[in-house]
């Protein structure tokens, strides 16, 4: 199971199944899945960690994420790409990195202070709006749109799907 380097990235309005299709590609592929969202991230320590000379220092919510999955070959999925903020520190250049088939072989995490080697994982961007994208990212990336649904997709949505679970949690039973 090798992996080409090649990174998807879903983009479409919220609510279309974008995180829900790349979990089953994580469950297809025998792979844990490692969930970041990324909506509000401005700071790039959150990427890369905290040098130990930090009081209250720590690995990065990747590195930390593999560590707690005991996988370095999981799918993992960067929620709202389009969302980063750089406030402190770029946290796409750190990104660009990770996502790199030629660089993230040797990752490395402030707080490790070793090369991880990220190049076995399988990486799935979600994103709402293209153009709030940063362009070196999406260039790393293969785009695949979602659309919405359309007002009859989301009536046989509500009626099969949503509607039965609702009753079931709520057990009207007693109505």
């Known amino acids: ?14 609510g279309t199944g974008k995180t829900t299709i790349a979990k ?12 970041i969202a990324l909506g509000g991230l401005t700071d790039v320590t959150e990427f890369r960690g905290y040098r130990r000379t930090y009081i209250a220092a720590r690995p990065g919510r990747l590195i930390s994420e593999v560590i707690n999955k005991k996988s370095l070959a999981p799918l993992i999925i960067l929620d709202e790409i389009d969302k980063m903020q750089a406030v402190k520190g770029d946290p796409s250049a750190a990104l660009l990195e990770i996502l ?17 080697d990220l190049s076995k994982a399988m990486f799935i961007c979600t994103a ?8 070196p990212l ?18 046989i949505i509500t ?7 609702v009753f079931k949690e709520c057990n009207p039973t007693n109505l």
């Open 159 to 165: 009626r099969q799907f949503v509607m039965p679970k």
């Open 128 to 135: 709402n709006y293209e153009n709030q994208i940063p362009a």
């Open 24 to 35: 089953s590609i994580a469950a297809n592929s025998n792979r844990p899945v490692i969930h």
């Open 1 to 14: 199971n090798e992996n080409t380097g090649s990174v998807l990235c879903f983009i479409g309005p919220a």
């Open 100 to 116: 790199d088939p030629e660089q993230n072989a040797n990752f490395t995490d402030h707080y490790l202070e070793i090369p991880v």
């Open 138 to 155: 999406k260039d790393r990336m293969e785009l695949i749109r979602f659309r919405s649904y359309s007002s009859e997709e989301r009536d």
